[in-house]
Protein backbone atom coordinates (compact mmCIF):
# COMPACT_ATOMS: atom_id res chain seq x y z
CA UNK A 1 0.00 0.00 0.00
CA UNK A 2 1.32 3.07 -1.34
CA UNK A 3 2.10 6.08 2.27
CA UNK A 4 -0.06 8.75 1.80
CA UNK A 5 0.08 11.63 4.17
CA UNK A 6 -1.12 15.37 4.01
CA UNK A 7 -0.73 18.64 5.51
CA UNK A 8 -3.64 20.43 6.10
CA UNK A 9 -3.39 23.99 7.15
CA UNK A 10 -6.57 26.25 7.65
CA UNK A 11 -5.75 29.71 6.06
CA UNK A 12 -6.80 31.78 8.97
CA UNK A 13 -3.75 33.81 9.44
CA UNK A 14 -0.06 33.91 8.83
CA UNK A 15 2.00 30.56 8.16
CA UNK A 16 3.02 29.27 12.01
CA UNK A 17 6.02 27.95 12.51
CA UNK A 18 4.80 25.01 14.25
CA UNK A 19 2.39 24.12 10.90
CA UNK A 20 5.70 24.36 9.04
CA UNK A 21 7.72 21.59 11.50
CA UNK A 22 4.23 19.27 10.74
CA UNK A 23 4.48 19.98 6.95
CA UNK A 24 8.14 19.06 7.12
CA UNK A 25 8.00 15.66 8.74
CA UNK A 26 5.21 14.85 6.93
CA UNK A 27 7.06 15.98 3.96
CA UNK A 28 9.89 13.99 4.64
CA UNK A 29 7.94 10.72 5.80
CA UNK A 30 6.60 10.47 2.53
CA UNK A 31 9.81 10.77 0.75
CA UNK A 32 11.32 7.70 2.96
CA UNK A 33 8.07 5.74 2.66
CA UNK A 34 8.26 6.22 -1.35
CA UNK A 35 4.77 7.75 -0.70
CA UNK A 36 2.63 11.08 -1.59
CA UNK A 37 1.98 14.05 0.21
CA UNK A 38 -0.85 15.68 -0.30
CA UNK A 39 -1.60 19.98 0.54
CA UNK A 40 -5.06 20.54 1.76
CA UNK A 41 -6.22 23.71 2.35
CA UNK A 42 -8.76 23.37 5.00
CA UNK A 43 -10.88 26.14 3.98
CA UNK A 44 -14.33 25.77 5.35
CA UNK A 45 -14.56 28.53 7.71
CA UNK A 46 -15.56 30.91 5.42
CA UNK A 47 -15.80 34.05 8.01
CA UNK A 48 -12.07 33.45 8.76
CA UNK A 49 -10.27 32.48 5.98
CA UNK A 50 -8.69 34.90 3.20
CA UNK A 51 -7.44 34.60 -0.22
CA UNK A 52 -3.55 35.81 0.48
CA UNK A 53 -3.20 33.52 3.92
CA UNK A 54 -3.75 30.66 1.07
CA UNK A 55 -1.18 32.08 -1.09
CA UNK A 56 1.22 32.62 1.69
CA UNK A 57 0.99 28.90 2.86
CA UNK A 58 2.16 27.92 -0.61
CA UNK A 59 4.69 30.58 -0.78
CA UNK A 60 6.20 29.44 2.66
CA UNK A 61 6.25 25.95 1.81
CA UNK A 62 7.87 26.88 -1.35
CA UNK A 63 10.62 28.86 0.29
CA UNK A 64 11.08 25.78 3.20
CA UNK A 65 11.40 23.04 0.19
CA UNK A 66 8.17 21.96 -0.40
CA UNK A 67 7.32 23.22 -3.53
CA UNK A 68 4.25 23.80 -5.47
CA UNK A 69 4.46 20.87 -8.76
CA UNK A 70 6.22 18.49 -6.26
CA UNK A 71 3.49 17.55 -3.87
CA UNK A 72 -0.13 16.42 -4.42
CA UNK A 73 -3.09 19.51 -4.46
CA UNK A 74 -3.54 21.93 -3.28
CA UNK A 75 -7.32 20.87 -2.48
CA UNK A 76 -9.73 22.84 -1.04
CA UNK A 77 -11.52 21.45 1.63
CA UNK A 78 -14.63 23.81 0.74
CA UNK A 79 -14.90 21.72 -2.80
CA UNK A 80 -15.72 18.69 -1.37
CA UNK A 81 -18.77 20.33 0.73
CA UNK A 82 -21.14 17.48 -0.87
CA UNK A 83 -19.67 14.48 0.45
CA UNK A 84 -19.12 15.92 3.87
CA UNK A 85 -22.77 16.30 3.61
CA UNK A 86 -22.94 12.75 1.88
CA UNK A 87 -21.18 11.25 4.64
CA UNK A 88 -23.60 12.83 7.20
CA UNK A 89 -26.55 11.69 5.43
CA UNK A 90 -25.00 7.76 5.54
CA UNK A 91 -24.28 8.29 9.26
CA UNK A 92 -27.77 9.42 10.12
CA UNK A 93 -28.96 6.22 8.00
CA UNK A 94 -27.24 3.73 8.96
CA UNK A 95 -28.27 4.63 12.60
CA UNK A 96 -24.46 5.91 13.40
CA UNK A 97 -26.19 10.21 14.10
CA UNK A 98 -29.16 11.48 15.55
CA UNK A 99 -30.42 14.86 15.12
CA UNK A 100 -30.74 16.88 18.09
CA UNK A 101 -32.81 19.99 18.81
CA UNK A 102 -31.30 20.86 22.39
CA UNK A 103 -30.09 24.30 23.15
CA UNK A 104 -27.22 24.21 25.54
CA UNK A 105 -29.38 26.35 28.32
CA UNK A 106 -31.32 22.85 27.76
CA UNK A 107 -28.53 20.82 28.35
CA UNK A 108 -27.33 22.73 31.02
CA UNK A 109 -30.70 22.64 32.73
CA UNK A 110 -30.64 19.08 32.67
CA UNK A 111 -27.36 18.86 33.94
CA UNK A 112 -25.85 20.93 36.11
CA UNK A 113 -23.32 24.01 34.94
CA UNK A 114 -20.75 21.53 36.13
CA UNK A 115 -20.92 18.89 33.82
CA UNK A 116 -19.78 18.85 30.47
CA UNK A 117 -20.57 17.18 26.96
CA UNK A 118 -23.83 16.16 25.58
CA UNK A 119 -26.12 14.03 27.84
CA UNK A 120 -27.94 12.67 24.99
CA UNK A 121 -31.09 13.39 25.55
CA UNK A 122 -32.11 12.95 21.93
CA UNK A 123 -30.24 9.61 21.04
CA UNK A 124 -34.17 7.81 21.39
CA UNK A 125 -36.05 10.55 20.12
CA UNK A 126 -35.93 9.85 16.42
CA UNK A 127 -36.51 13.47 15.56
CA UNK A 128 -36.71 13.79 12.29
CA UNK A 129 -34.20 16.21 10.08
CA UNK A 130 -35.02 20.01 10.13
CA UNK A 131 -34.38 24.02 10.53
CA UNK A 132 -32.14 24.16 13.29
CA UNK A 133 -31.68 20.64 14.46
CA UNK A 134 -27.70 19.23 14.72
CA UNK A 135 -26.95 15.78 13.92
CA UNK A 136 -25.09 13.70 17.16
CA UNK A 137 -22.66 10.88 16.21
CA UNK A 138 -23.97 8.04 18.82
CA UNK A 139 -20.47 6.89 20.36
CA UNK A 140 -20.71 4.13 21.76
CA UNK A 141 -21.81 2.92 24.98
CA UNK A 142 -19.02 0.19 26.19
CA UNK A 143 -15.47 -0.69 25.08
CA UNK A 144 -12.21 1.80 24.45
CA UNK A 145 -10.60 3.45 21.30
CA UNK A 146 -6.97 2.70 20.98
CA UNK A 147 -5.25 5.58 18.64
CA UNK A 148 -1.49 3.70 16.80
CA UNK A 149 0.14 6.90 17.69
CA UNK A 150 3.97 6.36 16.07
CA UNK A 151 5.12 9.54 18.63
CA UNK A 152 2.48 8.13 21.73
CA UNK A 153 2.43 5.04 21.60
CA UNK A 154 -1.38 3.89 22.50
CA UNK A 155 -3.08 6.79 24.16
CA UNK A 156 -6.29 4.93 24.74
CA UNK A 157 -10.32 6.32 25.52
CA UNK A 158 -13.12 5.05 27.28
CA UNK A 159 -16.49 5.44 25.03
CA UNK A 160 -18.42 5.75 27.45
CA UNK A 161 -16.73 9.55 28.33
CA UNK A 162 -16.71 10.38 24.93
CA UNK A 163 -19.65 12.47 24.13
CA UNK A 164 -22.09 12.27 21.52
CA UNK A 165 -20.45 15.30 19.39
CA UNK A 166 -21.82 16.94 16.46
CA UNK A 167 -21.19 16.63 12.96
CA UNK A 168 -23.80 18.49 11.70
CA UNK A 169 -24.88 22.10 12.58
CA UNK A 170 -28.55 22.87 12.83
CA UNK A 171 -28.15 24.66 9.05
CA UNK A 172 -26.86 21.33 8.20
CA UNK A 173 -23.47 21.97 7.73
CA UNK A 174 -20.95 19.54 8.52
CA UNK A 175 -18.27 20.82 10.93
CA UNK A 176 -14.60 20.06 11.06
CA UNK A 177 -14.44 16.86 12.65
CA UNK A 178 -15.91 15.31 10.21
CA UNK A 179 -15.15 17.01 7.01
CA UNK A 180 -11.55 16.56 8.24
CA UNK A 181 -12.29 12.64 8.24
CA UNK A 182 -14.01 12.53 5.03
CA UNK A 183 -11.24 14.37 2.87
CA UNK A 184 -8.57 12.32 4.34
CA UNK A 185 -10.77 8.93 3.88
CA UNK A 186 -11.24 10.08 -0.09
CA UNK A 187 -7.62 10.78 -0.49
CA UNK A 188 -6.72 7.93 0.32
CA UNK A 189 -4.29 8.97 3.68
CA UNK A 190 -2.41 6.50 5.05
CA UNK A 191 -0.58 7.94 8.05
CA UNK A 192 -2.11 11.45 9.66
CA UNK A 193 1.36 13.25 11.12
CA UNK A 194 0.36 16.70 12.77
CA UNK A 195 0.31 18.71 16.15
CA UNK A 196 -0.46 17.42 19.46
CA UNK A 197 -3.83 19.85 19.74
CA UNK A 198 -5.45 18.05 17.29
CA UNK A 199 -5.17 14.70 19.88
CA UNK A 200 -8.28 15.11 21.48
CA UNK A 201 -10.15 15.56 18.26
CA UNK A 202 -8.67 11.84 17.69
CA UNK A 203 -11.06 9.25 19.55
CA UNK A 204 -13.76 11.15 18.06
CA UNK A 205 -12.43 11.04 14.57
CA UNK A 206 -11.35 7.54 14.55
CA UNK A 207 -14.67 6.94 15.72
CA UNK A 208 -16.43 8.14 12.29
CA UNK A 209 -13.69 6.38 10.50
CA UNK A 210 -14.93 2.87 12.03
CA UNK A 211 -18.29 3.83 11.46
CA UNK A 212 -17.95 4.89 7.70
CA UNK A 213 -16.09 1.86 7.44
CA UNK A 214 -13.11 2.22 6.12
CA UNK A 215 -9.90 1.41 8.34
CA UNK A 216 -8.19 4.43 10.30
CA UNK A 217 -4.71 5.81 9.50
CA UNK A 218 -1.88 5.88 11.72
CA UNK A 219 -1.68 8.95 13.72
CA UNK A 220 1.54 10.30 14.71
CA UNK A 221 0.62 13.77 16.77
CA UNK A 222 3.90 15.68 17.37
CA UNK A 223 4.51 17.98 20.14
CA UNK A 224 3.04 21.38 20.95
CA UNK A 225 5.29 24.44 19.87
CA UNK A 226 6.06 26.62 23.21
CA UNK A 227 8.13 29.71 23.86
CA UNK A 228 10.15 30.27 26.43
CA UNK A 229 8.17 30.43 29.23
CA UNK A 230 6.93 26.90 28.30
CA UNK A 231 3.32 28.49 26.46
CA UNK A 232 2.05 27.23 23.43
CA UNK A 233 3.20 29.62 20.61
CA UNK A 234 0.68 32.64 20.34
CA UNK A 235 0.39 34.45 17.21
CA UNK A 236 -0.81 37.55 19.65
CA UNK A 237 2.47 36.91 21.64
CA UNK A 238 5.07 35.22 19.80
CA UNK A 239 6.84 35.59 16.44
CA UNK A 240 5.16 32.93 14.78
CA UNK A 241 4.57 33.68 11.24
CA UNK A 242 7.36 31.64 9.08
CA UNK A 243 7.17 34.68 6.54
CA UNK A 244 8.65 37.37 9.72
CA UNK A 245 11.42 34.80 9.65
CA UNK A 246 11.97 34.80 5.81
CA UNK A 247 11.83 38.38 5.50
CA UNK A 248 13.81 39.58 8.30
CA UNK A 249 17.00 37.12 6.77
CA UNK A 250 16.82 33.87 8.29
CA UNK A 251 17.90 31.58 5.26
CA UNK A 252 15.76 28.57 4.38
CA UNK A 253 18.14 26.38 5.14
CA UNK A 254 18.74 27.37 8.27
CA UNK A 255 15.15 27.38 9.15
CA UNK A 256 13.81 23.93 8.32
CA UNK A 257 17.01 22.46 9.73
CA UNK A 258 16.42 24.04 13.30
CA UNK A 259 12.53 23.62 12.96
CA UNK A 260 13.09 19.35 12.51
CA UNK A 261 15.39 19.86 16.00
CA UNK A 262 11.99 20.27 17.75
CA UNK A 263 11.31 17.22 19.24
CA UNK A 264 13.87 15.21 17.27
CA UNK A 265 18.11 15.50 16.79
CA UNK A 266 19.81 13.76 14.53
CA UNK A 267 22.80 11.14 15.32
CA UNK A 268 25.88 12.39 16.70
CA UNK A 269 26.50 15.21 19.40
CA UNK A 270 25.57 17.94 16.19
CA UNK A 271 22.73 20.33 15.32
CA UNK A 272 23.77 21.80 12.04
CA UNK A 273 23.32 19.15 9.33
CA UNK A 274 22.70 19.18 5.64
CA UNK A 275 18.99 18.68 4.77
CA UNK A 276 20.07 14.71 3.21
CA UNK A 277 21.32 14.06 6.65
CA UNK A 278 17.91 15.04 8.04
CA UNK A 279 16.17 13.13 5.30
CA UNK A 280 17.99 9.92 5.44
CA UNK A 281 17.64 10.06 9.67
CA UNK A 282 14.64 11.42 10.93
CA UNK A 283 12.00 9.29 12.67
CA UNK A 284 8.94 9.52 13.69
CA UNK A 285 8.71 6.99 16.22
CA UNK A 286 11.47 8.63 17.73
CA UNK A 287 10.46 11.96 18.13
CA UNK A 288 9.73 13.37 21.54
CA UNK A 289 6.25 13.69 22.35
CA UNK A 290 7.15 16.57 25.08
CA UNK A 291 6.29 20.03 24.26
CA UNK A 292 9.08 22.04 22.23
CA UNK A 293 10.83 24.69 23.07
CA UNK A 294 10.90 27.56 19.67
CA UNK A 295 14.03 29.21 21.01
CA UNK A 296 14.31 32.08 18.79
CA UNK A 297 18.04 33.38 20.43
CA UNK A 298 19.45 29.40 19.06
CA UNK A 299 17.54 30.25 16.00
CA UNK A 300 19.48 33.29 15.51
CA UNK A 301 22.74 31.84 16.55
CA UNK A 302 22.14 28.84 13.93
CA UNK A 303 21.16 31.48 11.55
CA UNK A 304 24.71 33.12 11.74
CA UNK A 305 26.98 29.97 11.20
CA UNK A 306 24.58 29.27 8.24
CA UNK A 307 25.17 32.52 6.72
CA UNK A 308 29.01 31.91 7.40
CA UNK A 309 29.33 28.67 6.04
CA UNK A 310 28.08 30.81 2.21
CA UNK A 311 30.29 30.75 0.11
CA UNK A 312 30.69 34.70 -0.72
CA UNK A 313 29.36 35.07 -3.97
CA UNK A 314 26.41 32.44 -2.94
CA UNK A 315 26.24 35.43 0.27
CA UNK A 316 26.02 38.64 -1.87
CA UNK A 317 23.20 36.92 -4.00
CA UNK A 318 21.26 35.86 -1.02
CA UNK A 319 21.50 39.93 0.62
CA UNK A 320 20.09 40.98 -3.00
CA UNK A 321 16.57 41.24 -1.27
CA UNK A 322 17.03 43.64 1.30
CA UNK A 323 19.98 45.43 -0.50
CA UNK A 324 17.36 46.05 -3.37
CA UNK A 325 13.77 45.80 -1.41
CA UNK A 326 11.97 43.02 -3.16
CA UNK A 327 8.26 41.98 -2.28
CA UNK A 328 7.35 41.99 1.27
CA UNK A 329 10.74 43.20 2.46
CA UNK A 330 11.22 46.81 2.94
CA UNK A 331 13.42 49.05 0.52
CA UNK A 332 16.52 49.85 1.63
CA UNK A 333 17.20 54.28 2.65
CA UNK A 334 19.28 54.27 -0.32
CA UNK A 335 17.88 55.18 -3.96
CA UNK A 336 18.60 52.18 -6.37
CA UNK A 337 21.30 54.01 -8.33
CA UNK A 338 23.07 55.11 -5.28
CA UNK A 339 23.61 51.41 -5.05
CA UNK A 340 27.56 49.91 -5.73
CA UNK A 341 27.43 46.27 -6.31
CA UNK A 342 31.14 45.98 -6.39
CA UNK A 343 31.65 48.39 -3.51
CA UNK A 344 29.42 45.97 -2.09
CA UNK A 345 31.13 42.40 -2.94
CA UNK A 346 34.48 44.67 -1.80
CA UNK A 347 32.91 44.66 2.06
CA UNK A 348 30.55 41.87 2.08
CA UNK A 349 32.98 38.96 3.33
CA UNK A 350 33.74 41.30 6.42
CA UNK A 351 30.18 41.73 7.16
CA UNK A 352 29.04 38.36 6.02
CA UNK A 353 30.87 37.59 9.83
CA UNK A 354 28.86 40.08 11.57
CA UNK A 355 25.41 39.37 10.67
CA UNK A 356 23.06 37.40 12.30
CA UNK A 357 20.22 37.53 9.25
CA UNK A 358 20.71 38.91 6.20
CA UNK A 359 18.46 42.41 7.04
CA UNK A 360 21.14 43.18 9.25
CA UNK A 361 23.28 43.94 6.18
CA UNK A 362 21.59 47.00 5.33
CA UNK A 363 22.34 48.75 8.90
CA UNK A 364 26.01 47.59 8.24
CA UNK A 365 26.61 49.13 4.24
CA UNK A 366 24.33 52.29 4.62
CA UNK A 367 27.17 54.24 4.64
CA UNK A 368 28.66 53.07 1.39
CA UNK A 369 25.07 53.83 -0.65
CA UNK A 370 23.88 57.34 1.24
CA UNK A 371 25.17 60.29 -0.02
CA UNK A 372 25.72 61.29 3.74
CA UNK A 373 25.80 58.90 6.64
CA UNK A 374 22.67 58.38 9.02
CA UNK A 375 23.84 59.56 11.84
CA UNK A 376 22.56 57.92 15.08
CA UNK A 377 22.37 61.12 17.49
CA UNK A 378 23.68 58.66 20.40
CA UNK A 379 26.46 56.93 19.27
CA UNK A 380 27.29 61.03 18.05
CA UNK A 381 26.84 62.83 21.86
CA UNK A 382 29.53 59.46 22.95
CA UNK A 383 31.95 59.83 20.46
CA UNK A 384 32.30 63.54 19.87
CA UNK A 385 33.55 64.16 23.62
CA UNK A 386 36.47 66.91 24.50
CA UNK A 387 39.52 66.46 22.25
CA UNK A 388 37.53 65.15 18.94
CA UNK A 389 37.65 68.36 17.07
CA UNK A 390 41.23 68.36 17.45
CA UNK A 391 41.78 64.75 16.46
CA UNK A 392 39.25 65.21 13.40
CA UNK A 393 41.66 67.72 12.68
CA UNK A 394 44.89 65.92 12.84
CA UNK A 395 43.31 63.20 10.92
CA UNK A 396 41.99 65.19 7.96
CA UNK A 397 45.25 66.74 7.56
CA UNK A 398 47.15 63.26 7.63
CA UNK A 399 44.74 61.41 5.35
CA UNK A 400 44.94 64.39 2.56
CA UNK A 401 48.64 63.44 2.89
CA UNK A 402 48.02 59.65 2.48
CA UNK A 403 49.92 58.66 -0.44
CA UNK A 404 48.21 55.37 -0.18
CA UNK A 405 44.83 54.74 0.26
CA UNK A 406 44.41 51.72 1.96
CA UNK A 407 42.84 49.99 4.82
CA UNK A 408 46.68 49.36 6.09
CA UNK A 409 48.23 52.84 5.74
CA UNK A 410 44.67 54.53 7.14
CA UNK A 411 45.47 52.29 10.48
CA UNK A 412 48.73 52.96 10.47
CA UNK A 413 48.29 56.78 10.11
CA UNK A 414 44.95 57.51 12.43
CA UNK A 415 47.17 55.04 14.88
CA UNK A 416 49.96 57.93 14.89
CA UNK A 417 47.41 60.65 15.23
CA UNK A 418 46.17 58.68 18.14
CA UNK A 419 49.33 58.42 19.98
CA UNK A 420 50.53 62.05 19.73
CA UNK A 421 47.52 62.35 22.24
CA UNK A 422 48.02 59.72 24.41
CA UNK A 423 44.68 57.61 22.89
CA UNK A 424 44.68 53.95 21.92
CA UNK A 425 43.73 53.47 18.88
CA UNK A 426 40.05 52.09 19.81
CA UNK A 427 39.67 55.50 21.22
CA UNK A 428 40.87 57.52 18.18
CA UNK A 429 38.35 55.53 16.06
CA UNK A 430 34.96 56.47 17.60
CA UNK A 431 34.91 60.20 16.26
CA UNK A 432 36.07 59.47 12.40
CA UNK A 433 33.86 56.05 12.74
CA UNK A 434 30.95 57.69 13.70
CA UNK A 435 31.98 60.50 11.40
CA UNK A 436 32.22 58.66 8.45
CA UNK A 437 29.44 56.30 8.89
CA UNK A 438 27.34 57.56 11.79
CA UNK A 439 27.31 54.80 13.89
CA UNK A 440 29.82 53.33 16.96
CA UNK A 441 29.78 50.14 16.00
CA UNK A 442 29.70 48.47 12.00
CA UNK A 443 32.45 46.64 9.94
CA UNK A 444 36.18 47.24 10.51
CA UNK A 445 36.75 50.72 9.85
CA UNK A 446 39.65 50.94 7.74
CA UNK A 447 38.81 48.47 5.24
CA UNK A 448 35.72 50.58 5.50
CA UNK A 449 37.32 54.05 4.78
CA UNK A 450 39.59 52.46 1.73
CA UNK A 451 36.31 51.06 0.45
CA UNK A 452 34.43 54.80 0.75
CA UNK A 453 37.79 56.20 -0.97
CA UNK A 454 39.40 58.93 -0.34
CA UNK A 455 37.15 62.17 -1.82
CA UNK A 456 33.97 60.57 0.48
CA UNK A 457 35.92 60.25 3.40
CA UNK A 458 37.11 63.46 3.91
CA UNK A 459 33.79 64.99 2.54
CA UNK A 460 32.11 63.51 5.99
CA UNK A 461 35.36 63.75 8.52
CA UNK A 462 34.98 67.92 7.41
CA UNK A 463 31.44 67.73 7.44
CA UNK A 464 31.51 66.41 11.53
CA UNK A 465 34.29 68.80 12.17
CA UNK A 466 31.91 71.97 10.92
CA UNK A 467 29.18 70.38 13.23
CA UNK A 468 31.43 70.71 16.13
CA UNK A 469 32.45 74.22 16.15
N1 LIG B 1 -6.93 22.28 9.53
C1 LIG B 1 -6.41 21.82 10.79
C2 LIG B 1 -5.53 22.86 11.40
O1 LIG B 1 -5.03 23.72 10.69
C3 LIG B 1 -5.55 20.60 10.63
C4 LIG B 1 -6.23 19.38 10.94
C5 LIG B 1 -5.40 18.15 10.77
O2 LIG B 1 -4.19 18.23 10.49
O3 LIG B 1 -6.01 17.11 10.89
O4 LIG B 1 -5.31 22.83 12.58
Known amino acids: MTVRVRFAPSPTGMFHVGGARSALQNWIFAKQQGGVFVLRIEDTDAARNRPEWTEGILSALDWIGIVRGSYEGPYFQSSYAGEHRAAAQRLYEGGRAYYCDCTREDVQARTG????????????????PGEGRALRFRTPDEGETVVVDLVRGEPTFENKLIEDFVIARGDGSPVFLLANVVDDMSMGITHVIR?????????????????LGVKPPVWAHVPVVVNEKRQKLSKRRDKVALEAYRDEGYLADAMRNYLMLLGWAPSGDREIVPWSVIEEEFRLDEVNPSPAFFDEKKLRAFNGDYIRALPVADFVEACRPWLTGTGTIAPPPWQPDEFDPAAFAAVAPLAQTRIAVLSEIVPNVDFLFLADPLIDEAAWAKAMKEGAADLLDAAIVAFEALESWDAESLKATLEAVGAERGLKLGKAQAPVRVAVTGRTVGLPLFESLEVLGRDRTLTRLRAARVRLV
Do not use: I, M, V
Open 113 to 128: PQQRGYDGFCRDRGLE
Open 195 to 211: AEEHLPNTPKQQLLWDA
